[in-house]
């Protein structure tokens, strides 16, 4: 069986804590290998070590850091089909989406070359006499990054990029359900000229996480995975003086209005909330048609196209439109909100119930799923399924839809299908959620603006990646100097303005 342990000092080394998870491939659900969970003991001297060079990493100037973001560039692009395998092959995602998981962190390295610029501080000249302020912002010292499953390169990169290109040393601890992804990338950062210790990849469950936030040296926590656990980080870190950014779960909506081109929008949706079987957080989970007209045209629509997806193994290729979820209980977590939905009274339209795959009986696929006359009090409508399971609930009017993206506990994405420009400005304006799509249905930004949800889907300041980030990874310190020219005056007693 294949070991998978941690990277330490910029090595492969074993766990020595003697616990140990599971590492499935999806597509056939047999265990593939087994990765180490990390002990107290192994995280804090991960920590210690990482403090260690991470005063060297500082001292080197953002250039010559912004350089090994740069040689990275290079190396990921070198591998991207290597990892985009491996990667397919622990989460079970389609080999062009695993590329797209790559690409979406690579991006964001391709930002991080911009440190020297991002870094630059603010300057007043002769704010008094013979005085100068200028304020600089310099790196935390030791930082964590805590990441989930579902994008087991974009989110590492986008942890570790603007933490390393800002001077840090960073603890990545990724989902123990396939974290060699991670590794994968620790070596290409030291390939790329990363100096040992300054990132450290620390496999593990609960323990290690529960390290890290009582950790003393480490100054700030970045962490995206479920609402429950960003909440209990959020709370845990900052009770403890850290600074704290955690990213939680989504339930996005789509609206699609009367006069929305209904082809698009159902492509849209179909893409949105099937792909990567649903294991996005920003996937579309519920689509909002306004008025029942729309609504039975957009359900004509969209039914043959959600009955003729296919559902298969990475190796398929093009073949696949998405494959199989993560894990097991994953699956029968998804098969269980499909009953509570009928139970509840919703309609299942198209029921991915007795889906199978001929040869991988084992896998965990789960067929896609559509319900229709979905209400805001049932549970597939109120809770995160992670599933191909798509909700429909009919509104009367704009203001119903609006209205319900905006109870909705969760607040990462939505998006609105119009050919108004008039109501899709009205939506993007008033609408509580911190990522919107007008005719665009995953609105993920670009690396260069921010990511993050609001509501329940995010705890803490500032967003992720952009300049956003640069402001979380990096303290602001101002100095006031003055160089008085001529005569000492003596001691000043009173608190002076600048005159
Ligand atoms: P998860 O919350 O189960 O795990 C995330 C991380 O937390 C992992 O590293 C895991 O080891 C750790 N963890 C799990 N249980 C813990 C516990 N009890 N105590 C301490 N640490 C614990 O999430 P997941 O299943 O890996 O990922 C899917 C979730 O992530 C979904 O809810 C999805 O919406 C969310 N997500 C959010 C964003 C975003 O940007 N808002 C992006 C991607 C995924």
Not at 16 to 38: C, K, M
Not at 173 to 186: F, G, H, Q, Y
Not at 360 to 379: A, Q
Request: with cysteine; hydrophobic share 40%; proline share 5%.
């Amino acid at each position: 069986m294949r070991e998978i342990g941690h990277w330490i000092d910029g090595k492969r080394v074993a766990g020595t804590s003697g616990r140990h998870g599971d590492v499935y491939n999806p597509a056939t659900g047999e265990v593939q290998a087994r990765v180490a969970l990390a002990s107290k003991a192994e995280l804090d001297a991960a920590v210690a070590s990482a403090a260690k060079a991470q005063a060297g990493w500082a001292a080197t100037n953002p250039q010559r850091r912004a350089r090994v973001m740069m040689a990275l560039v290079g190396l990921i692009n070198r591998d991207m089909d290597k990892m985009a395998e491996v990667l397919s092959s622990e989460h079970g995602k389609t080999f062009a989406d695993a590329k797209g998981d790559i690409q979406r962190g690579l991006e964001v390295i391709e930002f991080c070359i911009g440190a020297p610029h991002l870094l630059k501080g603010d300057f007043t000249n002769s704010a008094g006499p013979g005085i100068d302020l200028y304020s600089m912002r310099q790196p935390l010292g030791v930082v964590a990054g805590i990441t989930p499953f579902n994008f087991p390169a974009m989110i590492p990169l986008w942890k570790m990029g603007p933490a390393l290109a800002c001077g840090n040393a960073m603890i990545l601890k990724p989902s123990e359900r396939d974290p060699t992804v991670p590794i994968m990338l620790a070596e290409l950062c030291q390939e790329a000229g990363l100096p040992d210790g300054v990132l450290q990849v620390v496999n593990g469950d609960k323990e290690a996480v529960d390290a890290i936030l009582d950790n003393e040296e480490i100054q700030a926590v970045g962490f995206v995975g479920s609402t429950p656990i960003a909440h209990y980080i959020y709370s845990r870190a900052s009770a403890n003086g850290k600074r704290a950014q955690c990213f939680g779960g989504a339930k996005n909506h789509m609206i699609i209005m009367p006069d929305a081109d209904l082809d698009q929008a159902a492509d849209a949706l179909v893409g949105a909330g099937y792909g990567a079987a649903g294991e996005r957080c920003m996937a579309i989970s519920v689509a909002v048609p306004v008025g029942e007209k729309t609504a039975d045209a957009l359900r004509e629509r969209l039914v043959p196209k959600v009955e003729k997806l296919k559902v298969g193994p990475w190796t398929a290729g093009d073949d696949v439109d998405y494959g199989p979820v993560v894990t097991r209980l994953a699956r029968d977590t998804i098969l269980q909100y499909v009953e509570s939905g009928i139970a509840q009274g919703a309609e299942l339209v198209v029921d991915g119930r007795d889906f199978k795959l001929q040869g991988y009986e084992n896998g965990f696929y789960v067929g896609p799923h559509l319900f229709d006359r979905v209400t805001p009090e049932m549970d597939i409508y109120r809770k995160e399924i992670f599933g191909p399971v798509l909700s429909m609930v009919r509104a009367a009017s704009y203001e119903e839809a609006l209205g319900l993206a905006m109870n909705h506990e969760y607040g990462n994405g939505t998006s609105i299908f119009t050919r108004d420009g008039d109501a899709a400005r009205d939506f993007a304006n008033r609408v509580n959620v911190g990522m919107v799509g007008i005719n665009f249905p995953i609105p993920v930004p670009l690396a260069y603006h921010t990511f993050g949800g609001w509501k329940k889907s995010g705890f803490g300041d500032l967003n992720q990646h952009g300049p956003d980030a640069f402001r979380f990874y990096t303290r602001t310190k101002t100095v006031t100097a003055r160089w008085p020219s001529g005569i000492k005056e003596g001691a000043a007693f009173n608190f002076k303005a600048m005159d």
